[in-house]
């Protein structure tokens, strides 16, 4: 594995705004639609990360909610090193998101609706859908939605990395949605937090390239090649959206 990563290591200032930022998102609240003729926005292309396409997936699709507000398996060190928080809104659309938010709380048939016409309109494209490159499954009716959507699209392959399976009320919930076989999740896991359930694989976040080193030694794991430049984006790997592929190891970014 080279030492270099595409992201460097936030130094002690970034973390330090991250804290702050990260504190002050606890007063966010679901945006309505700037008009009543409006409808959901529904799912986004691909990102910086998972990219668009690529040789794993035709098309690439990323849905979002608000950091900390819908997080609430979050743990102390999330308080930290949330790379969601961040001000800069042409990255980070948050006002988007709580828009998102808001359409899953007061109209979830019409953003079920929504993202299953986006899924239909890509039928016969190989689709990758990444939950929550901000946010989490926050509720069990919002948990129950996506199991709906993805039971429906048993073509599509879905994945995410959660903290929601430290919440008693919604882990068998969670349980239902990452045991279809077209969707993976992992247990997003930091050392401050009990063990993982039985039965998930873990996303581990590391501190330094040597850290990273030895969480892949541990056990049945294995390093994002997307952050060591090992391939393009996640459209050219698809190692998260297999089930047998084990545990990923990310480093801080």
């Not at 959660?162 to 993976?184: F, K, M, Q, T």
């Amino acid at each position: 594995m080279p030492d270099s990563n595409k992201r460097p290591i936030p130094n002690g200032d970034i973390l330090f705004r991250r804290e702050r930022i990260f504190k002050e998102a606890r007063l966010l609240v679901p945006l309505p639609p700037e008009s009543d003729c409006s409808v959901p926005d529904g799912l986004e292309q691909g990102n910086k990360k998972t990219g668009l396409s690529g040789q794993k997936f035709d098309w690439v699709f990323v849905w979002n909610l608000p950091l900390r507000v819908t997080c609430p398996g979050a743990s102390d060190w999330c308080n930290e090193h949330c790379y969601n928080s961040d001000n800069r809104k042409d990255v980070y659309p948050m006002e988007k998101w709580q828009r998102n938010w808001w359409w899953a709380i007061n109209e979830p048939s019409l953003l079920q609706a929504k993202i299953i016409q986006q899924l239909e309109s890509k039928k016969d494209k190989r689709i990758g859908v990444r939950f929550h490159s901000c946010g989490d499954f926050y509720s069990v009716e919002y948990i129950k939605m996506w199991h709906e959507i993805c039971s429906a699209f048993s073509q599509v392959r879905f994945w995410g990395y959660s903290r929601s399976w430290a919440v008693p009320d919604l882990l068998c919930h969670i349980n239902e949605l990452a045991n279809l076989e077209n969707v993976n999740l992992f247990a997003s896991w930091d050392s401050s937090m009990t063990e993982a359930p039985i039965g998930w694989n873990r996303s581990i976040v590391a501190s330094t390239n040597d850290e990273v080193k030895q969480y892949q030694l541990v056990g049945n794991a294995y390093i994002c090649p997307e952050q060591y430049k090992q391939i393009d984006c996640c459209a050219d790997c698809a190692l998260c959206t297999q089930r047998k592929g084990g545990s990923v190891v990310f480093i801080l970014h």
